[in-house]
C-alpha cells in the first residue's frame, strides 16, 4: 500500500501595511496539495471565498488498479503567544481556532487533532506540552483559552510560570491583571484515508477565515501613493474603474467628516502551497456577502452570476499564485467597526 500526504497549508503571515491605522495580520489557509509523483490526481475543485467561510470541495481520483492508503492532513497555522496578539483568530478560545471541519464522500469522519506546544529556552525551542498537561493548561496560547485554568493555580505558581517565561503579566488602566501565555503551538488534524482503485473520492473541508485590514479607506485616499497603488494592483488586480469607484466611496466616508458614514478595508488570502499541481476543472466563487461592498481580485473570464457572486472557471488550472481578495465596505458609524 502507497501512502500519500494531503497537507492544507494554514501560514501566519502579515498583510498589506498601507496605514498606521491597520488591523490585524491574518492566520491565512491554504489548498490541498498531493505529494508530488503520487497517482492520486485531483481531477476537479470547486473553492468557495467569503468573510464569513471559506469552503472547498475536491473531487480526487485514483486511476490505479491498486488501492491507496492516505494519510489525510490538515495543518493548522503556528499560533504565538505574545503580549499584543497580532493576528486574527476567529474562536480564540478553542483548539479548534478557524473552526475547521471536513467530510469524505459526503459523511461526517473522525479527524485526530495533534498539538505540540514549545517555548523558547535560551535560544532554543523546547516542548512544554506534557508539562501544560500537568499544570492543567490548555496547549492554545490566548488568554481567552488559558484565562480561567490560571485562575485554579495559586499566585505562587503563576509567579513561577512569569520567571520561567511561560507567562507575560500584563496591569491594564482599570487595575485589571491579564497573564498572557507566551508559547508557540503547532498542530494538525489528520485521518488514514483509502483512496479505492478506478474511483473518485469527494472531500470537503470548510472553516472560518481570519481576515485582516484597516479600519478605514486606504485605497481611494487622495494621499495615496504610486507605489501604494502598484501594490494593490499587483495583490489585487484594481483597475482604473475600480480605483475611480474607491475613490468615491472615499469622498462620501469623509464628506462628513465621518460622523455617520464609515468605510474600511477587509482582506483575505487563500493560499497554493508550493508544489500545488495541475487542477483538472477549478471554480472559483467569491462573495461579497452585502451587495453595497466592492470587491476586487486577480482572475480570469469573471462572470457575476449573482448579486453578490463573482465567478471563474478554469481547465487544466496551475496555479501561478495565491488568491487575494479585497474587501471595501461601508456602512453608517457605529461606536466600533465590525470585528474582524
Given amino acids: ?55 472547498a470541495d475536491y473531487r480526487f481520483r485514483n486511476p490505479t488498479g491498486t488501492d491507496i492508503a492516505a494519510i489525510v492532513a490538515f495543518p493548522m497555522p503556528d499560533l504565538v503567544g505574545a ?33 505540540q506546544a514549545f517555548l523558547m529556552r535560551n535560544g532554543q525551542s523546547v516542548e512544554i506540552t ?29 509567579h513561577a ?25 503547532k498542530s494538525r488534524y489528520w485521518r488514514r484515508q483509502i483512496f479505492p482503485a478506478g474511483r473518485d473520492v469527494a472531500v470537503r473541508q470548510s472553516f472560518t477565515p481570519s481576515l485582516s485590514g484597516q479600519s478605514s ?20 488586480c484594481t483597475d482604473p474603474a475600480f480605483a475611480r469607484s474607491a475613490q468615491a466611496l472615499y469622498r462620501r466616508a469623509s464628506a462628513d467628516g465621518s460622523r455617520s458614514f464609515q468605510a474600511y478595508e477587509r482582506y483575505l488570502t487563500y493560499l497554493f502551497p508550493a508544489g500545488t499541481g495541475t487542477i483538472g476543472t477549478f471554480k472559483l466563487i467569491v ?15 469573471l462572470k457575476k452570476t449573482g448579486p453578490t457572486t463573482v465567478e471563474m472557471v478554469v481547465k487544466d488550472f496551475v496555479p501561478r499564485r495565491d488568491i487575494d481578495v479585497l474587501f471595501l465596505k461601508s456602512a453608517p458609524r457605529v461606536s466600533a467597526l465590525p470585528p474582524l
Wanted: negative net charge.
Fill in 217 to 236: 479607506l486606504s485605497f481611494g485616499s487622495p494621499d495615496l501613493g504610486s507605489s501604494q497603488m502598484a501594490r494593490y494592483a499587483d495583490r489585487f
Fill in 130 to 158: 506534557t508539562e501544560l498537561h500537568h499544570l492543567g493548561l490548555p496547549p492554545v496560547p490566548t488568554v481567552a483559552a488559558t484565562k480561567v485554568p490560571l485562575r485554579r493555580l495559586s499566585e505562587p505558581r503563576r
Fill in 161 to 185: 510560570l512569569i520567571e520561567a517565561g511561560f507567562l507575560d503579566r500584563q496591569v491594564h488602566k482599570d487595575g485589571t491583571i491579564s497573564d498572557v501565555p507566551l508559547w508557540t503551538l
Fill in 287 to 301: 462573495d461579497k456577502g452585502d451587495p453595497s461592498t466592492m470587491v476586487a481580485f486577480c482572475g480570469s473570464d
Fill in 1 to 55: 500500500m502507497r501512502v500519500l500526504w494531503l497537507v492544507l497549508a494554514l501560514l501566519a503571515a502579515s498583510s498589506l501595511p498601507a496605514r498606521a491605522d491597520d488591523t490585524d495580520a491574518a492566520l491565512k489557509a491554504g489548498n490541498l496539495v498531493l505529494e508530488q509523483g503520487s497517482a492520486i490526481t485531483l481531477v476537479a475543485e470547486d473553492l468557495y471565498l467569503s468573510e464569513q467561510e471559506v469552503r
Fill in 83 to 115: 503580549p499584543v496578539m497580532a493576528v486574527a483568530i476567529p474562536d480564540p478560545a478553542q483548539a479548534n481556532v478557524l473552526a475547521f471541519n471536513a467530510t469524505v464522500d459526503g459523511q461526517a469522519v473522525p479527524w485526530q487533532l495533534d498539538q
